[in-house]
């Protein structure tokens, strides 16, 4: 069993595409977040999932490239409620089994202070059919 210890920090971009990779696979497998990403299927999936590997890779590993949108506005994801903090709880999760130490706790982090500035800045939410 992995734990703690053995994991390694989140250092490449290799390492931000399997945190992203991740959370992706299981968000779209989660039963409270599934229908919501499912409604989402306008959503151009490669776009996003660059969008996501640039905005981590920017924020934690200081890369300069073009900063991606966090969650694009197509995404059929809620800005408050059980939703959102099951996102969170997702990711924080999803980084606990990947990797530890200082990047991956920052990541935590950056994660939480994305989803207040969502919960300020979004206005409207799509619906979920």
């Known amino acids: 069993m992995i734990n703690s210890a053995t994991l390694a920090d989140i250092r490449t971009e290799g390492d931000i595409k399997t945190l992203v ?16 990403y499912g409604a989402a299927a306008r959503i151009h999936w ?7 590997y640039r ?9 300069q490239a073009e900063d991606g ?8 994801m809620p800005t408050s409620g059980p939703h959102i903090a099951h996102w969170l709880s997702l990711f924080s999760s999803t980084v606990e089994e990947c990797f530890a130490g200082s990047k991956a706790e920052e990541a935590k982090q950056l994660a939480r202070q994305l ?6 800045t979004r206005t409207r939410e799509l619906p979920v059919d």
């Open 21 to 36: 990779d991740t959370l992706c696979h299981k968000a779209t497998n989660d039963t409270l977040l599934g229908p919501r």
């Open 46 to 52: 490669p776009h996003y999932l660059t969008s996501q």
């Open 55 to 63: 905005y981590w890779s920017n924020t934690l590993l200081g890369k």
């Open 69 to 76: 949108e966090p969650v694009p506005a197509q995404l059929a």
């Open 115 to 120: 989803v207040t500035r969502l919960q300020t």
